[in-house]
């Protein structure tokens, strides 16, 4: 019997299930469940490509940071809720969390709140050559950061391929402060979130500077989200840039126009409600804003600005708002385009955007930069209901194929 070869099928029954069984026991060692914050640094500074670290409901505290937390493509690290539905609560500290050299690294279904700093902080550790990169921000609430200074819910330096989704940010720092705070960013998307301040001024909901580009800000709700709901570019020290300016004495210093705050920006399919000015282009080249709806913005419904003036910077340019729905009142806002100093409106585009006075209909056309392409105004776009926060239109409405329903059904 020693000498008869085992039937290949058995061979193959065997190999499978004796695999399925040890990739199973692979899976379940690569998992951890913490209860306690002890568990939860000792969890995270030691995890490896592929681990899950599943966090129970509670409350812990905050002021947490680790650096080159790193999982590798196929085997992300993962800190999320053990249970979706019950998040754990990470409060108070200086900051909720930082991550510095991350990759491959998901945040999931995680609640932080009160932290006196940022909620989130992730960077590429001042190595500006080797950013952060491939970050998921899933299913995050970020609430009550900071106060009255330059106070971030997220703060995103030198990072690239990164995903924010599904996020619940609310009340941050009110001197200066983004909800998402991006600086030499890359590659980037933020989807389905909600941002929501109480429309004080001095802060922005989404913010692109600092050299970032190739992000693109889809189907979010912002609700009384600062002077500037969407900041598009900005102003930022010359150090800070990613990738690195070229400076003075560098022999190969960069020639007039060869730099911008952020370029390759697209800003599609959301919502804003209230706050002073749902767009800004801010020394940006080349920008989309397409099928937003904007109602009853407090200053204006854009702006064309230039805050960093040094001459290997191009001015603000080559931005396109298009198929926008604009509904405000003429007695609660300041007009349709603010236009600063140092701009180039003159390459700006415009066009199939619903313009909508609710006020006195009469006087819904904007004074704008350049000539709009197919505008249509003054027509009732026949919301369905903005007080209980359904901006949709009605079946018939004249503003059927522009706005963010329109852009839902693309």
């Not at 099928?9 to 690569?30: D, M, Y």
């Not at 995903?163 to 009340?171: K, L, T």
């Not at 006195?360 to 105004?377: A, C, H, K």
Request: aromatic content about 8%; charged content about 20%.
């Amino acid at each position: 019997m020693s000498g008869k070869r085992i039937p290949w099928f058995v061979e193959f029954i065997f190999l499978v299930l004796f695999g399925a069984i040890g990739i199973q026991l692979i899976g379940a060692a690569e998992t951890r469940l913490v209860h306690r914050v002890e568990e939860f640094r000792d969890a995270v500074s030691t995890a490896k490509p592929g681990a899950r670290i599943q966090v129970a409901a509670g409350e812990y505290a905050g002021g947490h940071a680790f650096q080159n937390l790193r999982g590798e493509p196929g085997q992300p690290i993962v800190i999320e809720a053990a249970d979706p539905q019950n998040p754990p609560v990470f409060k108070g500290a200086g900051g909720g969390l930082h991550l510095s050299d991350p990759c491959y690294v998901e945040l999931r279904n995680l609640t932080f709140t009160g932290a006196r700093t940022n909620g989130i902080n992730i960077d590429d550790g001042g190595s500006y050559d080797t950013p952060a990169h491939h970050i998921v921000l899933s299913g995050l609430r970020i609430t009550d950061i900071g106060s009255n200074g330059n106070q971030d819910g997220i703060k995103l330096s030198g990072v690239d391929d990164f995903r924010v989704e599904g996020c619940v940010i609310e009340r941050w720092g009110t001197g200066g402060g983004s909800a998402i705070d991006m600086v030499g960013c890359h590659r980037g998307v933020i989807e389905r979130c909600t941002i929501r301040h109480t429309g004080v001024f001095n802060n922005s909901g989404v913010q692109a500077k600092g050299g970032s580009s190739d992000i693109v800000v889809r189907r979010n709700t912002f609700e009384n989200a600062g002077d500037r709901a969407v900041n598009i570019g900005g102003s930022t020290g010359r150090k800070f840039f990613r990738p690195p300016l070229k400076e003075d004495g560098d022999k190969r210093v960069a020639p007039t126009g060869s730099y911008s705050e952020a370029k390759d920006i697209m800003v599609e399919g959301n919502v804003f409600i209230g706050g002073g000015a749902p767009v800004a282009f801010v020394g940006c080249d080349g920008a989309v804003v397409r099928f937003n709806t904007i109602y009853r913005p407090t200053r204006w419904a854009l702006r064309i600005l230039q805050e960093t003036r040094e001459p290997d910077f191009v001015p603000s340019r080559n931005g396109e708002f298009s198929d926008n729905l604009i509904v405000f009142r003429s007695d609660q806002w300041r007009g349709p385009v603010n236009v600063g100093e140092g701009t180039a409106p003159e390459t700006f585009r415009f066009a199939r955007n619903f313009w909508y006075c609710e006020n006195d209909p009469s006087r819904s056309r904007p004074v704008l930069p350049t000539n709009e392409t197919n505008g249509q105004y003054g027509q009732n776009p026949q919301l369905r209901d903005p007080a209980k926060g359904d901006f949709g239109v009605a079946p018939q409405s004249p503003a059927a194929r522009c706005g963010a329903h329109a852009y839902s059904s693309r």
